[in-house]
């Protein structure tokens, strides 16, 4: 028993970035639609961005991520140098916003509000292991294209389509971006309706499916040696759900139809007085 409290005490909590992310961008989302504060609206990538960097470089240091992370509140003023530390961005890159926001200011007090909430200040060591299911979560987009919602499929078939969003996750998840015949990378534009700014995002090589032959093959050569008809009768698996109880609970199992019938047959013989 003391060896499992031992291994309990070395369990280390992390939360998903990328929920803290989106959760961060509704809040200062909010924000930058009271009037006024409509200037905030423009840095909000920037400032999702800075997050992404500080969890990423924080080297698993608490005291190192509130460091980074709290050094927006002086960027966006137009300050890259205080007291304590500086910003690490080097030149401005072009697509910085041009207006930053003004100390004192509605935009600005509403930003120091949000970032310096006791709630968020008080999740940011469960982040500086940079943890987030962003791979996870782009492959159960990709599923519904093999598994759409809207419709409903039988165990077999939505497994054997499962099976075949694997494949195709295996064999396309770390494909190269793509690029010019000048070695430049190409990017795709896209317009977020909750921002209402556009973003550029890098497109990768379009996917080759090269296994679908392999595949095809195989199907073929087990039809070719499989001697049994096509309509001959498939027993069910022994794990497909039909045959898995409606209801988990430990009990007698119903009695017979013809039980039953039985019964209801001598209950209309009966007199009720």
């Known amino acids: 028993m003391l060896k499992s409290n031992q291994n309990l005490n070395q369990l280390f909590h992390s939360l998903d970035v990328w ?21 905030l609206l423009r840095w909000i990538p920037s ?17 190192k991520l509130k460091s980074i992370w709290l050094g927006v509140l002086h960027h966006v003023c137009g300050e890259h140098e205080w007291a304590t530390s500086s910003c690490k961005h080097g030149p401005l890159v072009d697509e910085e916003p041009e207006e930053y926001l003004a100390k004192g200011s509605s935009s600005m007090e509403g930003l120091q509000e949000t970032l310096l909430h006791k709630k968020l200040m008080k999740s940011l060591p469960y982040y500086i292991r940079s943890r987030h299911t962003g791979n996870v979560e782009n ?55 909750r921002s209402k700014n556009y973003s550029v995002q890098p497109v990768k090589t379009p996917k080759q499916f090269k296994y679908v032959k392999k595949l095809l093959c195989d199907v073929l050569q087990r039809r070719v040696d499989d001697k049994k008809p096509v309509a001959r009768s498939v027993p069910l698996a022994s794990n497909n759900p039909v045959l898995i109880s409606p209801t988990l609970a430990i009990g007698n199992p119903p009695p017979r139809t013809r039980i039953l019938i039985k019964e209801h047959e001598s209950r209309k013989g009966r007199k009720i007085f």
């Not at 400032?47 to 924080?58: E, G, K, L, P, Q």
């Not at 497994?159 to 010019?180: E, I, K, S, W």
Request: net charge positive.
């Open 19 to 39: 929920h803290k992310a989106k959760n961060l961008t509704k809040k200062l989302n909010k924000v930058a639609t009271n009037k006024g504060n409509e200037q």
């Open 139 to 193: 492959f159960n987009s990709m599923l519904t294209k093999y598994t759409p919602k809207r419709n409903a499929f039988g165990y077999e078939y939505f497994t054997g389509r499962t099976l075949l969003a694997a494949l195709d996750q295996n064999h396309h998840a770390f494909r190269p971006y793509a690029v010019t015949r000048d070695g430049k990378s190409i990017y795709h534009r896209k317009y977020s309706k």
């Open 47 to 63: 400032i999702i961005r800075h997050f992404w960097y500080a969890v990423a470089s924080c080297g698993r240091s608490e005291e």
